[in-house]
């Protein structure tokens, strides 16, 4: 574990601002989504639920953006098989990522059920007939396959 953490930087500017958007966006989007149903603000502020769920689910997207560049600059393991190992997890995370944005759509990905908006009926085609969490899943091995590189 020692050699590990001889990877990582704590004091480095970087690493601080990666820790601490990692901590913000959940906190953030999960009130935020969950202040929708109990008082329909968002919704009345923007005329209806649908431009309110896409300006949410923009904001976390952004705020994804910010976080994962600021987790990874200035921290890398300059390691060839690493690099090759993080190129891999990243394919198979965007496949995940990818395909479940597809099938399930904006306002299905970016907690449209919080504001009302829900699919007719379960997706059960790919990635969701192979995981049950594909998003998940694939965002944690997007995740881990940056972190490695």
């Known amino acids: ?9 704590p ?17 953030f989007w999960n ?13 009345g502020a923007f005329g209806s639920p649908a431009p309110a769920c896409c300006t949410l689910g923009g904001t976390i997207l952004l705020l994804n953006v ?7 600059l200035s921290q890398s393991l300059d390691n060839p098989s690493a690099y090759r190992v993080g190129l891999a997890l990243l394919g198979v995370g965007g496949v995940f ?3 479940s944005f597809l099938a399930l759509g904006f306002t299905g990905t970016c907690l449209g059920d919080y504001f009302g908006i829900l699919k007719e009926a379960r997706v059960t ?4 007939s192979v995981l049950d969490n594909p998003m998940y ?13």
């Not at 004091?11 to 906190?27: D, G, K, R, Y």
């Not at 009130?31 to 919704?43: F, L």
């Not at 085609?125 to 969701?128: L, M």
């Not at 944690?140 to 972190?147: E, F, I, K, R």
């Open 1 to 9: 574990m020692t050699r590990l953490l001889g990877y990582v930087d």
């Open 11 to 27: 004091s480095e500017p970087h690493f601080v601002a990666a820790v601490l958007t990692i901590a913000f966006n959940p906190l």
């Open 31 to 43: 009130v935020v989504a969950r202040w929708e149903p109990k008082t329909r603000e968002p919704s």
């Open 66 to 72: 910010l976080r994962s560049t600021q987790a990874m």
């Open 97 to 99: 990522v990818l395909s």
């Open 125 to 128: 085609t790919f990635p969701f």
């Open 137 to 149: 899943w694939g965002s944690t091995a997007d995740y881990l396959g940056w972190a490695i590189m």
